[in-house]
């Protein structure tokens, strides 16, 4: 496999290195979001369901499925106690977010996890890094707005590092 700088245009933002707390958590939140859709970006349905090595079922079409519902879990249930169930994971598939049909579609998927992504910004938009969530956590913790950004910097960081080797994998690409 010959190897490759990533071609594919490029719409993150750096995040500032002067911003006050909220935007520097925003902004470095968003840039990982791109990124995640980056390494995605220019690959076939075949290639986007391609798994790292047996016997794992990671794949880039997983990782957005499972960051879709992170997004739900964190900002949808326990930020703004809204009604929103996991869409893929469910007690019988606890992993459902990398199993997949061929009913199931890059395009659904995309779809799904821009809209999340959109809701999470809407419901975290007006409020204090000092909030705290609504909705319950399974721990029974309560967590505030400001924990809830770091941990997703935190989750898409580290996705976004198995998305770097499933990218490079697929097709060779390398890049940030």
């Excluded at 809407?122 to 505030?144: F, I, M, P, T, V």
């Amino acid at each position: 496999m010959t190897m490759s700088v990533m071609t594919h245009p490029d719409a993150r933002i750096d995040p500032s290195t002067t911003a006050g707390e909220r935007d520097m958590l925003e902004g470095w939140l968003d840039f990982h979001r791109e990124t995640l859709a980056l390494k995605c970006a220019g690959l076939s349905e075949e290639q986007l369901r391609e798994t790292a090595v047996p016997p794992s079922d990671l794949s880039l079409l997983g990782l957005v499925r499972h960051m879709t519902d992170v997004e739900r879990g964190w900002f949808h249930r326990v930020l703004a106690d809204e009604d929103a169930p996991a869409l893929y994971c469910s007690g019988e598939d606890p992993d459902g977010d990398f199993h997949f049909t061929d009913k199931d579609t890059w395009a659904d998927a995309d779809t799904a996890w821009r809209e999340a992504v959109g809701r999470a910004r809407e419901l975290a938009a007006g409020r204090s890094l000092d909030d705290l969530g609504a909705g319950e956590h399974r721990s029974g913790k309560q967590y505030s707005l400001r924990w809830i950004y770091v941990h997703m910097i935190e989750e898409y960081a580290r996705h976004n590092g198995h998305a770097d080797l499933l990218r490079e994998r697929v097709d060779g690409t390398t890049g940030d």
